[in-house]
């Protein structure tokens, strides 16, 4: 349980020169909360893209095995005590990232880091996919549910088709999806201004072999052509049925 106490959090006037600062940057300092396989890998491959990363591990023996491969960006404590955030130094972290296998765990720490140190983005691993809906209620702005990712993948493959799901952006409810040409495409051998594409729908860029470029008007697709596309849930449905 996360015991708060005021004399260990740090002052308002800190917090806001850090934000200030770093407003409109990649995310100059990453913490990693829970040392398990997913925090671990986490944390490497982040290293390796030049990212400022601590780990935290509350366990002695997994903290000193992470500790021999990952050195000193592992810090040994409980992600979930606010004196292992001030030590920390969360108030100038830019991402938090909380992958335990509790969930009531990895919504402690972030809504603490969130609300008490000023942390812009919180990502909390979801390990009951019915906890989804609390999280994001709650203040959580991103959750990863490895059942509720597995199905939706399932699903859209068996539905899709040749229709490849990227990304939800699930503020604004649009879906990002890459569509790959058979030679039977109505969209073959066609330019975009003569396609009868539906409202709420944008071809962006397509990848033709080693080359991409962004869709104009005067783009013709071939056989094989690997389409980006945003729109919305419904409009994409619509596309399906154009691009068949």
């Not at 491959?45 to 935290?56: H, T």
């Amino acid at each position: 349980m996360c015991r708060i106490y005021a004399a260990e959090l740090p002052s308002p006037e800190q917090v806001a020169a850090h934000r200030s600062s770093s407003e409109g940057k990649r995310p100059s300092y990453i913490i990693v909360a829970g040392g398990g396989k997913v925090g671990y890998q986490l944390t490497r491959a982040l290293l390796q893209e030049g990212y400022e990363v601590l780990l935290v591990e509350k366990r002695p023996q997994r903290y000193h095995l992470l500790r021999e491969e990952l050195g000193d960006s592992v810090f040994y404590g409980d992600a979930c005590e606010i004196r292992t955030m001030v030590r920390m130094g969360m108030e100038r972290a830019d991402l938090v990232v909380a992958v335990t296998g509790d969930d009531e765990d990895n919504l402690i720490i972030c809504q603490v880091a969130k609300r008490w140190f000023g942390v812009p983005r919180t990502i909390a691993r979801v390990n009951n996919p019915r906890n989804e809906d609390i999280f994001r209620k709650l203040g959580i702005d991103e959750t990863i549910s490895a059942t509720t990712l597995l199905f939706q993948l399932i699903e859209q493959e068996v539905a899709v088709g040749e229709f490849l799901p990227l990304a939800l952006l699930r503020k604004g409810g649009l879906e990002i999806v890459e569509i790959e040409l058979t030679p039977n495409s109505p969209l073959v051998g066609k330019a975009v201004r003569d396609l009868a594409l539906p409202p709420d729908c944008l071809l962006a860029a397509v990848v033709r072999g080693n080359q991409a470029q962004v869709v104009t008007g005067d783009t013709v697709f071939s056989a094989q052509d690997t389409v980006i596309a945003l729109a919305t849930p419904e409009a994409l449905e619509r596309l399906r049925q154009v691009a068949r």
